[in-house]
């Protein structure tokens, strides 16, 4: 079978200022349609990697291209559309306006139309963008980031600033993107978010790649099952039970990862008789992303 061409591929990629690494030599190879979530703590070279692949820094060392071409080029910014974390528009032009002249810069866009009811921007199209809040001006950077019907599509952090039903809309549409066979590489906090939309996920810490795997995959990383409970057995206990790799203890309920369960559970209700409202799961997404984006496998 023929294998998809790369759409977004690095290899040994580096990025310095100065004396501080921000990419320590990453190797990656994005291919075909789909969600792609980087996650990472502030730091970590999520960013700094998004502005390489647009050719707004240029890179260090090592090898990137972005759909077969050199990032910067004007063959690689007709099919790109981005949403960065720090961005604006000009204040007095129309929110049409705006979606009316980013289309210009492309040569099979979308209609403005259908880029207005795509993103649910009918009530405030005609408004000027300074008079929008936080959330409808990122709902129009949205719209364009996708009105050139780009291949490749980057979101640093898309969802920032958005309320619920907001980010919930923003979701659709970018499934919707997937499967018309585009390409989407976000950055986000959210775990909620990777999870609900990722078909790949890649922690980042420290300007490395950690993790690079399916969201059921990357849980199987972390081994072992989260305990969860209200017990009168000290921190300092638990921690050294059989099995026990990590304790956490949040109001009146401890929670602790084993990598031996049973042994584990056996140990602490012979210590405490009467430990309450005990549950046992497999790590979630989010217990995996502190573990590996802190350096701990």
């Not at 921190?235 to 584990?264: A, C, M, P, W």
Request: a neutral charge; hydrophobic letters at 35%; charged letters at 20%.
């Amino acid at each position: 079978m023929q294998q998809s061409p790369s759409i977004l591929y690095a290899s040994n990629l580096k990025k310095s200022y100065g004396t501080v690494e921000a990419i320590k030599g990453i190797n990656l190879n994005i291919q075909g349609s789909g969600v792609y979530a980087i996650l990472g703590q502030n730091g970590a070279g999520k960013t700094s990697l998004i502005k390489c692949a647009l050719g707004l820094e240029k890179i260090t060392s090592g090898t990137l291209q972005v759909i077969g071409s050199a990032p910067g080029t004007l063959q690689a910014k007709r099919q790109i559309g981005v949403i960065l974390q720090d961005s604006d528009l000009p204040d007095l032009l129309t929110v049409k306006e705006q979606i009316t002249l980013f289309a210009s810069y492309y040569p099979t866009p979308f209609s403005v139309e259908k880029t207005i009811e795509m993103c649910a921007l009918e009530d405030f199209a005609d408004k000027r963008y300074k008079k929008l809040s936080g959330g409808q001006k990122r709902r129009a950077q949205f719209a364009l980031a996708i009105v050139g019907n780009p291949q490749l599509i980057f979101l640093d952090e898309p969802t920032t600033g958005l309320d619920i039903e907001a980010r919930r809309n923003l979701w659709a549409v970018i499934r919707d993107f997937a499967k018309q066979g585009k390409t989407i590489v976000l950055t986000t906090h959210y775990l909620e978010e990777a999870e609900n939309l990722a078909d790949r996920i890649m922690i980042m810490n420290s300007g490395i790649i950690v993790a690079d795997a399916s969201p059921s995959e990357i849980q199987k990383q972390s081994k072992g099952s989260v305990i969860r409970c209200e017990t009168s057995t000290s921190y300092e206990v638990l921690q050294k039970l059989t099995g026990v790799s990590s304790v956490s203890i949040s109001g009146r309920f401890s929670e602790i990862h084993s990598t031996d369960v049973n042994q584990s559970l056996s140990e602490m209700l012979s210590l405490d008789p009467n430990l309450k409202d005990l549950t046992v799961n497999q790590p979630k997404l989010e217990d995996v992303f502190g573990r590996l984006s802190q350096g701990v496998k």
